[in-house]
């Protein structure tokens, strides 16, 4: 399998389609519309965590790593669909949550009645001395990283108090997760997402971080490549290879990156790293308003993608997922003019990259955050921490309420948006999260019937990467750094040229025809254009216009 020539769309289950009328959705909703998914051109589908849970965390909490939670339908329909999707040539991928389980597994549970196996499982540290908390670290969703157990000593969770994090240096928990990835192979899954993958090392000392939240002591482990890699060698090779396998990155680095990801000496096919979707956090916070710093913005694609290239690495392409706002409206414009420009114009700057792109449900047909107004209409659990933190710490609630709207990850986990209303996603007009108010002008049913729109744009993107293998292997050079509203790169292999050319802005720029000619050159093909009602003229240079995207072989 060629990482490059494969591209996959990512869905977020509980809100793709409901079959069953619960208005959550489910895998038979998968099942019934993959024509829709085979249509795109993808090559697999990332499945968010459908085990069964006590949905704390919307399934990032597992309490049954092997089953399937009645919520989301039966084995029998995970079967079906994988059966079918193969049919479509199409390879399922799971999401694997083996940094922390549910509070609610046998394991933990075994764990808090004294059982001495599965507390060697988990973390459980005693207090310091006046009662607090084994060290300061603080939990990604925010207060205490530590609980206390309810025997004067507290577990570890990185995550809500219901993710207790697992104890990878013992070889019985390594074992139980071989032991589940074997379980899923023999069903037919082809590739596997590890969340948080890199926090599963935690240093084995316990300190207190006097300079930052403790993520420094859990991140990026010296026994995470080679615990990773010994499962690439008993499982995935083993198995004759072929799998696609990513790791979910916090926290990390390049070196990290490009480490994990090689093909010879690395553990998975690609990791997924955040970078470049921080660049709107004023001083690296999440939770406060920000616009995005986009020179920081460019240099930080330019220069994963560079050296992950020297270094034999290989990236996950991305703006979207289940975790981040809509990249439409934090990256480029939310206004309705440019909607089409916006959308593509995102698209084509990471599908034209070396790695693998990956597709958000929704995003290929624009989708939008929803800007709820009230809290009450927010369901995630990180979103409603902060809520209560911020508020706490005296902000307003229209401040507070201003920042979640940019910031929630419910912004993406609205209703797919199959047509002008709810019923599109559920025939029973129910849904478990209120849709987007914009269904009526964006939808895939209006989508599917436009040459012109952005579906007609992605499918368009994913065919081009097949059928060239220079966006599948070519190197990665960034051109024209002195237009500061231009993020533009060239790719090559052999004699084969390709230019990505963008503005990010609403404001037109000119690139004068001696940068261009000095950077790229005569235009022999146009692969892609988000105005091609009246295609870019490349006489005198170029001029882009508002979001303009221009993709080229010259
Ligand atoms: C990852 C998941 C996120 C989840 C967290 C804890 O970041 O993508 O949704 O909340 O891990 O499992």
């Not at 409901?18 to 998968?30: K, R």
């Not at 390879?91 to 922390?100: A, S, T």
């Not at 490549?225 to 010994?230: D, E, Q, S, V, Y």
Request: proline share 5%.
């Amino acid at each position: 399998m060629n990482p490059g020539g494969v591209c996959v769309y990512q869905i977020y289950l509980r809100s793709f389609f409901d079959a069953n009328g619960d208005g959550v959705g489910d895998l038979a909703g998968i099942t019934a519309k993959l024509d829709y998914i085979a249509s795109l051109g993808v090559d697999y589908i990332w499945l968010n965590p459908f085990f069964p849970s006590p949905q704390n965390d919307n399934g990032y909490d597992v309490s049954d790593y092997c089953a399937v939670d009645p919520l989301f339908g039966t084995m029998a329909d995970f079967e079906t669909l994988t059966r079918n999707a193969a049919a479509k040539g199409i390879g399922v991928m799971l999401d694997m949550v083996f940094n922390h389980s549910s509070t609610e597994h046998p394991w933990f549970k075994a764990a808090l009645a004294g059982d001495k196996k599965y507390r060697d499982f988990y973390y459980f540290l005693p207090a310091k001395e006046d009662g607090s908390p084994p060290t300061n670290w603080v939990s990604k969703f925010g207060g205490s990283a530590w609980e206390k157990d309810g025997a004067g000593g507290y577990y570890l969770h990185l995550f809500d108090k219901t993710q207790a994090d697992l104890n990878w240096d013992n070889p019985a928990v390594r074992e139980e997760l071989a032991g589940i990835l074997r379980f899923w192979i023999k069903k037919g899954v082809k590739g596997f997402r590890f969340d948080v993958f890199n926090l599963t090392d935690k240093g084995g000392a316990f300190l207190d971080d006097g300079a930052g939240d403790g993520r420094r002591f859990y991140t990026d482990g010296r026994q995470v490549l080679p615990r990773f890699a010994a499962m690439r060698n008993a499982i995935f090779d083993a198995d004759g290879g072929g799998f696609l396998t990513v790791g979910e990155a916090s926290s990390t680095t390049m070196e990290k990156c490009a480490a994990y990801s090689n093909p010879k000496t690395g553990a998975l096919t690609m990791t997924f790293h955040f970078h470049h979707l921080k660049t709107d956090y004023p001083d690296g916070e999440k939770w406060r308003r920000g616009a995005v710093d986009f020179p920081l913005l460019k240099k930080i694609l330019h220069e994963w993608q560079v050296f992950m290239g020297e270094h034999g690495g290989w990236d996950a392409l991305f703006w979207n997922n289940h975790d981040q706002p809509r990249a439409l409206t934090r990256f480029a414009s939310a206004k309705s003019a440019f909607h089409y420009q916006s959308a593509t114009m995102l698209a084509a700057v990471i599908h034209f990259m070396r790695g693998t792109p990956y597709i958000y449900m929704g995003e290929e047909i624009g989708m939008t955050n929803p800007g709820f107004q009230k809290i009450t209409d927010y369901r995630d659990v990180e979103t409603l921490r902060y809520h209560r933190i911020l508020r706490e710490n005296g902000m307003s609630e229209d401040e507070v309420m201003r920042i979640i709207q940019e910031r929630s990850r419910d912004g993406s986990r609205t209703p797919m948006q199959w047509t002008a209303d709810i019923s599109g996603f559920s025939a029973a007009g129910k849904s478990w999260i209120q849709p987007a108010p914009n269904s009526a002008e964006i939808n895939a049913q209006s989508e599917e019937a436009n040459p012109r729109g952005v579906l007609a744009f992605y499918k368009r993107l994913i065919a081009l990467r097949k059928e060239l293998p220079v966006i599948q292997s070519g190197s990665y050079t960034p051109v024209l750094p002195e237009y500061a509203p231009v993020f533009a790169y060239r790719r090559d292999l052999a004699k084969t040229r390709l230019a990505c050319v963008n503005n990010f802005f609403e404001e037109g720029v000119q690139i004068s025809s001696s940068d261009f000619n000095r950077w790229l050159g005569k235009p022999i093909e146009l692969l892609a254009s988000n105005y091609d009602a009246s295609p870019p003229s490349f006489e005198g240079g170029l001029f882009l216009r508002p979001y303009e995207t221009a993709a080229f072989l010259f």
